[in-house]
């Protein structure tokens, strides 16, 4: 099974990781995990005034913040992984990568660092339930 697995870093990315490597008929052998970030884009105005250099070296700076603890756990846990982190919209980016990667289910956590990480459950996840045609595997 092809699993896109979002991160964004917050603890609901970490129990959603526990979960996975905990169920191997998730990701075992046969599996594969493509793990992805996605980044929020600056305003144009902001990266005018900081060049669009220096914007690239934050927005890989911080999904590196993310996606390094990931690549270790599951290099641990001897499962099959790629790496991918993206500048956009995060429930665009999300379901664009699974249809890119033939994903057969997306897992991600209910919450993340977004304005309604309060709320029942996150937004972005509210919306890649709404809008993709995959199964969606929350981790609360």
């Given at each position: 099974?092809?699993?896109?697995?979002?991160?964004?870093?917050?603890?609901?990315?970490?129990?959603?990781?526990?979960?996975?490597?905990?169920?191997?008929?998730?990701?075992?052998?046969?599996?594969?995990?493509?793990?992805?970030?996605?980044?929020?884009?600056?305003?144009?105005?902001?990266?005018?005034?900081?060049?669009?250099?220096?914007?690239?070296?934050?927005?890989?700076?911080?999904?590196?913040?993310?996606?390094?603890?990931?690549?270790?756990?599951?290099?641990?846990?001897?499962?099959?992984?790629?790496?991918?982190?993206?500048?956009?919209?995060?429930?665009?980016?999300?379901?664009?990568?699974?249809?890119?990667?033939?994903a057969h289910l997306v897992v991600m956590g209910t919450h993340g660092h977004g304005l309604l990480s309060r709320a029942l459950m996150g937004s972005?996840?509210?919306?890649?339930?709404?809008?993709?045609?995959?199964?969606?595997?929350?981790?609360?």
């Open positions: 099974m092809k699993i896109l697995f979002a991160a964004d870093g917050s603890k609901y990315t970490k129990k959603a990781l526990a979960f996975l490597v905990n169920h191997d008929e998730l990701a075992g052998e046969a599996g594969e995990v493509v793990v992805l970030n996605v980044q929020a884009p600056v305003p144009g105005r902001v990266k005018s005034m900081l060049g669009s250099a220096n914007i690239s070296a934050w927005h890989a700076e911080e999904s590196h913040k993310v996606l390094a603890p990931i690549e270790r756990f599951l290099t641990r846990h001897k499962i099959a992984f790629k790496m991918l982190a993206v500048v956009g919209a995060p429930t665009a980016e999300i379901l664009r990568a699974a249809k890119k990667e033939k972005v996840a509210q919306r890649v339930i709404a809008e993709g045609d995959i199964p969606v595997l929350l981790v609360k």
